[in-house]
């Protein structure tokens, strides 16, 4: 993981180096940290993560990117595994500054699980997806993900106390002045 790390804030440090501003030199890197064969297929904003299967042993293949700015990630996700002795062997979720998110199931082999996460990610975070394979064999995990969705909508304003007391002391007055027309 420190791997992923390091390359991910080299290659945005190169990036900013040559002119571009921050928020366009963001990118995800890829990279395994064990002898596995684990790979990535597409890209931001829709890729898929396939874990290790060449029987090298424990890995982890990882997709992650530095933020150059606050965000709040939104996220679909679907996860399958094909490996015979079921998830629990290929688990894949998401990574916040180093901290992994298991979002697939430890379930029976072949049942797939999906959703839709969203995560806020402040700059200087480092944020990104993983598929763990605990023997590289047997069958790989497969997390495929798509950020190409609208942030979720903000909460409902709720009015401060002082305005609330105020709007109601406006109609009680106005309920004052019809009745006081209707009396006349």
């Not at 290790?52 to 996220?75: I, L, M, P, R, W």
């Not at 106390?161 to 009396?183: D, E, H, I, T």
Request: aromatic share 10%.
């Amino acid at each position: 993981m420190q791997k992923t790390l390091r390359a991910a804030t080299l290659a945005l440090g190169t990036c900013a180096l040559a002119g571009f501003s921050a928020n366009a030199c963001a990118a995800y890197v890829f990279s395994n940290d064990g002898p596995g064969d684990g790979s990535i297929s597409g890209s931001y904003p829709a890729f898929t993560i396939t874990g290790s299967n060449n029987g090298a042993g424990e890995d982890t293949a990882f997709y992650v990117q530095a933020f150059t700015a606050s965000e709040v990630v939104t996220f679909t996700w679907h996860y399958a595994s094909a490996d015979t002795g079921g998830t629990r062997f290929d688990p894949a979720g998401f990574i916040h500054n180093g901290v992994e998110t298991q979002l697939s199931l430890n379930d029976v082999p072949g049942t797939p699980s999906a959703g839709t996460w969203s995560e806020m990610v402040d700059a200087g975070d480092t944020f990104g997806f993983y598929v763990y394979s605990q023997d590289s064999q047997f069958g790989a995990g497969m997390l495929a993900v798509n950020q190409d969705l609208p942030p979720p909508p903000p909460p409902p304003a709720i009015p401060e106390p002082a305005n609330a007391a105020l709007m109601m002391a406006g109609l009680a007055a106005l309920f004052a002045a019809v009745r006081r027309r209707q009396s006349d």
